[in-house]
């Protein structure tokens, strides 16, 4: 299994602001995810983040408002850009296991957006 | 659209009982795989079952698939109050279309268990 760490893990922001959140893996995998979970609410995947290429985003998710960095296998980025109180959410990265179906999941960073 | 849909939403129970949770989901899958999400935490991978399976059994998880009703179930047996978190089943699909050996998840909405001592 594959440890995770995400940073920060929680941050209060003003309205059309930015945020990158860090993701960090302790081995080297090859597909990270990054989901949102709104409160009380089930996971929804944002893009899925394959070192060297680009992010593919699922749909109602566009690059200009959630970019994705995937420098090397163990690390990816998130940035949250010109936010708004919606983007209220718990943004959650995780990384396929070595059989590609399970994931391992960060703790997550809890943003509340002002 | 969300492809697994669980239920109970939420189930209270006292320590020492079993828990039922179920799962339905809309297309065909590869694998069904059942995680626990403690409150405001990540989530925790708790068990894979195959499209090719039945039944799969690991500690006190028992889970069920029946891909005819496209549902799974999952047991908890002689529940403790630990047990006590969000539980979702997700489906997978392939990353992209070009194949390979990755897979992303599709959540369910979830069922709450709370586990009283």
């Known amino acids: 299994s594959a440890v995770i760490s995400q940073k920060p893990s929680r941050d209060i922001c003003q309205r059309g602001t930015s945020l990158t959140i860090q993701c960090q893996v302790d081995s080297q995998v090859t597909m990270m995810f990054w989901y949102r979970q709104q409160p009380g609410q089930s996971l929804t995947l944002i893009a899925t983040?394959?070192?060297?290429?680009?992010?593919?985003?699922e749909s109602g998710f566009v690059i200009d408002k959630f970019p994705i960095s995937r420098p090397n296998l163990t690390f990816s980025t998130l940035t949250v850009s010109n936010m708004s109180p919606e983007d209220s959410s718990i943004y959650l990265c995780?990384?396929?296991?070595?059989?590609?179906?399970?994931?391992?999941f960060g703790p997550g960073t809890r943003l509340t957006v002002t | 659209s969300q492809q697994g849909e669980e239920d109970p939403q939420a189930l209270s129970i006292q320590e020492g009982e079993n828990a039922t949770m179920n799962c339905s989901y809309k297309t065909s899958i590869n694998n069904l795989q059942w995680y626990r999400q403690n409150s405001g935490r990540g989530l925790v991978h708790l068990i894979l079952?195959?499209?090719?399976?039945r039944e799969k059994h690991s500690g006190r998880l028992r889970v069920t698939l029946d891909t005819s009703k496209k549902s799974s179930s999952l047991l908890i047996t002689a529940s403790r109050a630990a047990d006590t978190a969000s539980y979702f089943c997700a489906t997978d699909g392939r990353v992209g279309d070009s194949g390979g050996s990755n897979y992303k998840l599709t959540f369910g909405k979830g069922t709450l268990l709370t586990v009283n001592p």
């Open positions: 983040a394959n070192q060297g290429s680009e992010a593919t985003y």
């Open positions: 995780s990384a396929s296991g070595t059989s590609g179906y399970e994931q391992y």
């Open positions: 079952i195959r499209s090719n399976e």
